[in-house]
């Protein structure tokens, strides 16, 4: 399951989005609009050809992929549905691709982990071993696919474990999110709205993919 992060349509529809949903141990926005560089080349439409891309190239090698969206709805899908949908579509492992909008001075790429969550709604504690070693591979890869470096402003080694993100609170299938640069910073907005790079990060993400489910160490 690839779940390429927000939707090209959320701007249009902010009641929608801003509705709270629950995520276990907290409320939060159904769906927020993402960021975008200075240029207006927003998040949603760098997922969506992200993820698209790895789509093709996980295809190939034999993969079935499914999307929590394929830019084929208005707005959405909230966080609580996204984290369902790999359940739904008895996926092996799920994954959320995102860009970040940090401050302009930070770059580098990182990849966010599920902490264990059991409240309310809430009980991943099976996934999280699994989602730390998916984790891990992520990391590896798209750094060896891109030459994109770990972030300098936020995570320890491009690596960061969080409990107050729906998707992964929600999810029960292992899952982690991978925040693939910086689009507020100038460096790596021009690499993320170069087409040849988005190939490469698409093969980093298919690389940690493929080699999570052909490996089960």
């Known amino acids: 399951m690839l779940d390429p992060g927000h939707n090209p349509g959320n701007s249009s529809h902010t009641a929608e989005i801003n509705r709270q949903v629950d995520i276990g141990n907290a409320r939060k926005e159904c769906d927020t609009t993402g960021t975008e560089t200075d240029a207006g080349y927003t998040e949603a439409d760098y997922t969506l050809d992200v993820?698209?891309?790895?789509?093709?190239?996980?295809?190939?090698?034999?993969?079935?992929?499914?999307?929590?969206?394929?830019?084929?709805?208005?707005?959405?899908?909230?966080?609580?549905?996204?984290?369902?949908?790999?359940?739904?579509?008895?996926?092996?492992?799920a994954l959320s691709v995102h860009a970040d909008g940090a401050p302009a001075s930070g770059s580098g790429f990182h990849v966010i982990m599920p902490a264990k969550v059991v409240a309310g709604k809430a009980d991943n504690s099976a996934i999280v071993e699994p989602s730390h070693r998916l984790g891990l591979l992520l990391r590896e890869r798209f750094h060896a696919a891109t030459g994109?470096?770990?972030?300098?402003?936020?995570?320890?080694?491009?690596?960061?474990?969080?409990?107050?993100?729906?998707?992964?609170?929600?999810?029960?299938?292992?899952?982690?999110?991978?925040?693939?640069?910086n689009m507020r910073n100038p460096a790596d907005a021009k690499r993320m709205t170069d087409p040849q790079w988005r190939q490469k990060a698409a093969e980093g993400i298919a690389d940690a993919l493929t080699a999570y489910l052909t490996s089960r160490d």
Request: glycine share 10%.
């Open 148 to 181: 994109e470096p770990f972030a300098d402003y936020i995570a320890e080694n491009g690596l960061d474990t969080r409990s107050d993100l729906g998707g992964l609170n929600l999810s029960t299938v292992p899952k982690v999110f991978i925040e693939c640069g």
């Open 51 to 93: 993820s698209r891309r790895a789509r093709a190239i996980l295809t190939a090698r034999g993969a079935t992929v499914a999307f929590t969206q394929d830019g084929d709805r208005p707005w959405g899908p909230c966080i609580d549905e996204r984290a369902r949908a790999a359940a739904d579509a008895h996926a092996d492992v």
